[in-house]
């Protein structure tokens, strides 16, 4: 949409270029150009209304597309937040990782201690028992016990009976010792367990948290860049309406200027007129002829000059409006007349057909001349019952109502123009 509507504003700026109005030029070729600017000045406008709902659009756009670059940030935020906790807790484990494995070191030095000595004393143990094995005599052990000697008998047995239990203890001692590896056994083979546990969920947590975030912060930038993008837009939909504005500004100038040279043009014609009519009525005073001049169309001072070309409401007057498709403040140049489609329009005045055709903005259009420099426009009309050179009397059929060219709907746009220039049709009716 945007290059087509550059590409008419190039081609209507490069009808810009400042040109002089030959003097040669006629009132009619004015005439046609001001129709053809305000024609020029409907399509900019329209432009612009164009370019001021693209940008309603895509305002509501960027609004919709921030509403979710603020939730995707917060959820962004949220998710940042969550691995930091995830990371903290990361910390935190590892942490009693070192601890564990602090733990798990000294589990393995006592086990490693306890083995040391559990191979002492079982060694210790078997050497003694051998050794005694080696050097036991029966005669010995039973001197002992068939002693008569009372207090002999009894530290032989107590003799016995110590040797009897430091072997027990000894032998309880051992079992100890390997009760208490198999503990420590046990418990460091647990530990190992619980420090890759520990690692591993930890790790898992916040690699899991690590990809939520990375993904969050992909939609975050996947969604900053649309916006961005939609402000480019906005930015050039923007320049563009300067564009038109500036083309409307230098299209009014143009208009301005050609209707000072019209009125200029006219006021020349009636002072020539004058002098012309000056000029026969002293030749006729001094040659004694009884004939009268013919004079120009009388000057409109007041209503009654024209009729309404069509019954209905008028929907608006001449004078300064907001445009209804642009939007813009502007001079409305005639009176809008509401009537249904196919509606007869009569010829406000007696006068002839200068204009019958398609004209922009004005859709199919017919301007009639009634001499004086007045000239009525009949704009919109769905068909034409006239043509070019035709004289046409008040009331007469020249077409009927439509709503083709820059119109919201069916009505008459009815401009009367007075040496180029509009002016409000009710003083002439």
Not at 339 to 368: E, K, S
Request: with cysteine.
């Amino acid at each position: 949409m945007r290059w087509r509507l550059l590409v008419s504003l190039m081609a209507v700026l490069a009808m810009l270029v400042p040109t002089v109005v030959p003097g040669t030029a006629t009132a009619q070729n004015q005439d046609d150009r001001l129709d053809e600017i305000e024609e020029e000045i409907d399509q900019a406008e329209n432009q612009i209304g164009e370019i001021d709902a693209q940008v309603d659009i895509s305002l509501e756009e960027l609004d919709r597309i921030l509403a979710d670059l603020q939730d995707l940030q917060e959820e962004l935020n949220a998710r940042t937040a969550e691995l930091q906790l995830a990371e903290s807790e990361l910390a935190d484990r590892e942490r009693v990782l070192v601890a564990t494995t602090t733990e798990l070191d000294q589990t393995a030095e006592r086990l490693d201690a306890t083995r040391t000595t559990l191979d002492t004393q079982q060694a210790t143990y078997e050497a003694r028992v051998r050794q005694s094995y080696i050097t036991a005599r029966p005669d010995q052990t039973l001197r002992v016990f068939s002693s008569s000697d009372v207090a002999q008998f009894t530290q032989a047995s107590r003799y016995v009976e110590a040797i009897v239990e430091r072997d027990r203890a000894d032998f309880e001692q051992i079992d100890v010792l390997r009760r208490q590896i198999e503990a420590d056994e046990a418990e460091l083979e647990r530990l190992r367990s619980q420090q890759a546990s520990d690692r591993a969920a930890a790790e898992s947590e916040r690699n899991r948290v690590a990809d939520l975030v990375a993904q969050q912060a992909s939609l975050v930038a996947q969604v900053e860049a649309r916006a961005a993008d939609k402000q480019a837009v906005l930015a050039g939909l923007e320049a563009d309406r300067d564009s038109a504005e500036s083309l409307i500004a230098n299209l009014q100038a143009e208009s301005d200027q050609i209707e000072a040279e019209l009125r200029a043009a006219a006021e020349a014609a009636a002072a020539r007129a004058a002098a012309e009519a000056a000029a026969a009525q002293a030749s006729s005073g001094s040659s004694g002829s009884s004939g009268s001049p013919s004079s120009p169309a009388p000057a409109v001072s007041g209503s009654g000059r024209f009729i309404y070309p069509v019954n209905g409401r008028i929907s608006s007057n001449y004078g300064y409006r907001v445009h209804p498709i642009s939007g813009a403040r502007r001079l409305h140049a005639g009176m809008d007349i509401a009537a249904g489609t196919g509606t007869p329009i009569g010829a406000a005045g007696n006068g002839t057909v200068i204009y019958a055709g398609w004209r922009g903005g004005y859709g199919n259009c017919i301007m009639i001349d009634h001499g004086g420099g007045i000239v009525t426009l009949y704009a919109h009309q769905s068909s034409l019952a006239t043509s070019v050179g035709q004289s046409v009397s008040t009331g007469q059929t020249i077409g009927y109502v439509g709503s083709t060219g820059y119109s919201t709907g069916p009505h008459l746009h009815w401009e009367v123009r007075v040496n180029g220039s509009p002016v409000d049709p009710r003083g002439y009716v």
